[in-house]
């Protein structure tokens, strides 16, 4: 069986060994997925709160691994061909020319923004090593840690593919397990610090604004799908499996990534909810920076995530290796070898090592790189090529599973969990979004070209008329107040008579919304009575 990329010669397909076994699946996925986001799982259950936390967790464990599923499926959808990289199976399933610019962006958010925040996860956690083996040491910028940590990979790099890097992955794996262990653990022994709240963060209650309690709730969510990031690498690892017609890759797949989840459940789950018992609301983004006791102990499992995250970033550094070769390759007919493995990948390798040093944020990090790149990958896009592919009959099983993972779907979740969220803060709330300070704006799900920023949509009592079709009404909340001139014009009258309005003018909050004030269906309207226009 060959690879069907017309990009990798045929060559180089046969020279690539496929002698692994399940338990190697299980090293690289634990090794994928168990890294910098669960030091971030208290944190991200401080902005939400035990029970949306919980459901958040228990909901994104269960759904990555269906879709995971769904991606090792399709692994061998069609006979006699393997689809060793999911630029492959976009290809296949969305067209030669649609299929890569769906998946290869989503694909490179993913590998691009894991390594980005894995090396600023090693930086810091060689900080934390040092303070605490040398706490009269005199103190070393975290920039410079980061850059020490990112001179092994310079070295790991040069290792020929995922095979090549089996040791360094179960390395990582049993020490994501043992760190994880500490964590908890140590939160546990310790117990909740003296005042500790559990409320989540509230507006009006001295940590922030209504616009800062809802950024940080999306934030959260971004953090949830950060830590189950590893379908964008399952077709590689699936890749180095040996397959014949009568023993399909997908069996020892499936039974090794099932085993990954079971050991990822036994260090999410322990460590969220400990972490978020012990410290309350004030936990920090890296839950072992807030533990200071004992010493040796922190050290130690600081270390450990500094060896995870080694394994880490040469797991989703290999597959863009291999893009990078192959274009440098096929485009640039540069011969393959020694020297443009050197250059190429340490040019990747120097690339995000520059990002991390320029950008060292951890939690923000995780919360962009989760909700723009990793819930697509994880949640959308393996149920989009299913339906493609497979083409299950219309309201089957298999059907409605995966149509309830379209966008649009998740879109009325998220909406619906914000304002649950919203809903508790004493200044914006759902008490307030269906006041009539609230405006009806009309979103429309299909018309995507017609796109509008939340911070144009206007707050005003009145309400909209008839709806349209495929069109709800929500309501926008007032976030801050602003002026804006709005002309609206009615059926009676040929001129425009502009009103002062207050809108929302959240200066980070970006939502697709086609604003329009026109329901009626007079022939003669043609939707421009009472229509919108904000400046």
Sequence with gaps: MVSP???????????????????????????????????????????????????????????????????????????????????????????????????????????????????????????????????????LHRSYWICIFGSSQFLLSQLPNLDAITAVSFAAAAMSLCYSTISWAACVARGPVPGVSYDAYKAGTGTGTAADSAFRVFSALGQVAFAYAGHGVVLEIQATIPSTPTKPSRAPMWKGTVAAYLVTAACYFPVAVAGYWAFGRDVGDNVLVALQRPPWLVAAANMMVVIHVVGSYQVYAMPMFESIETIMATRFRLPRGLLLRLVARSAYVAFTLFVAVTFPFFGDLLGFFGGFGFTPTSYFLPCVLWLKIKKPPRFSASWCANWVGDDRHFFFFLAFFGFFKLGESPELGLASACSPLACSVRVSLSGLHHRRSAADACVHHRRLTEHRPRRIDVPVLLLKPSHLHVPLHSHGSSKSSPSLVHAALPLHFVASLRVSGCGCSLPKCRGRCSKLYTR
């Design 5 to 139: 990329s017309s990009a990798l010669p045929k060559v180089a397909d046969e020279a690539t060994p496929r002698r692994a076994k399940w338990w190697y699946v299980t090293f690289h996925n634990v090794t994928a997925m168990v890294g910098a986001g669960v030091l971030s799982l208290p944190y991200a259950m401080a902005h939400l709160g035990w029970g949306p936390g919980m459901v958040a967790l228990l909901a994104s464990w269960g759904i990555t691994l269906y879709t995971l599923r769904l991606l090792i499926e399709l692994h061998e959808c069609v006979p006699g061909v393997r689809f060793d990289r999911l630029r492959d199976l976009g290809a296949h399933a969305l067209g030669p020319r649609l299929g890569p610019w769906v998946v290869v962006p989503q694909q490179l958010i993913v590998q691009l923004g894991c390594d980005m925040v894995y090396m600023v996860t090693g930086g810091k956690c060689l900080q934390k090593f040092a303070e605490s083996a040398c706490p009269r040491c005199a103190p």
